[in-house]
């Protein structure tokens, strides 16, 4: 549930508020494990992706609005509040970035679009600075073919 968030998961990740603006997602099916063979140890649905006739963010938007939140995303402050802390100011909160909504995502950037020149160039290229560091990760598939993955621990 990665690619939708709330409501379909207890929390919403960076990747689902990146997309939210554009997207709709819907369950369309939910598997039993018996549908599947080996029968799989996580739930699995059928998500239908479908893109938004009016976006939340408009488009020339996009790129400011993937940088606002990844900058926020990838923050080591514990708490909304502290995280915008030197960007914009906000009402306080306790709220972590994955507990907050969509709407209060978007409001969010529509109050950070305000914010002067210097505050919104804070959080200039976040998102592709985040993309080449997940680059220089290496990646470990875990898959059954494997069965010394762990050894990558």
């Known amino acids: 549930m990665k690619f939708s968030g709330k409501p379909f998961d207890y929390k919403n990740s960076q990747l689902s508020v990146i997309l939210n603006p554009w997207f709709e997602f819907r369950v ?3 598997f039993r494990s018996g549908d599947l063979f080996p029968r799989p140890n996580v ?19 996009k790129d400011k609005y993937e940088d606002f939140i990844t900058y926020i995303f990838n923050q080591p402050k514990p ?9 914009m100011k906000i009402k306080p909160t306790a709220l972590k970035p994955s507990e907050l909504n ?14 002067p020149q210097r505050q919104q160039d804070l ?3 976040s998102f592709t600075k985040h993309l080449k560091q997940q680059e220089n990760i290496e990646k470990i598939n875990r898959t059954r073919v494997d069965k010394d993955w762990r050894k990558y621990r």
């Open 123 to 125: 959080v200039k290229d």
């Open 79 to 87: 708490n909304i509040t502290e995280g915008l802390s030197r960007v």
């Open 28 to 30: 369309v099916y939910n």
């Open 43 to 61: 739930d699995i649905i059928l998500l239908e992706i479908r893109k938004r006739d009016d976006p939340l963010v408009i488009y020339k938007n």
């Open 102 to 115: 969509f709407e209060d995502w978007v409001s969010l950037f529509e109050s950070f679009l305000v914010q």
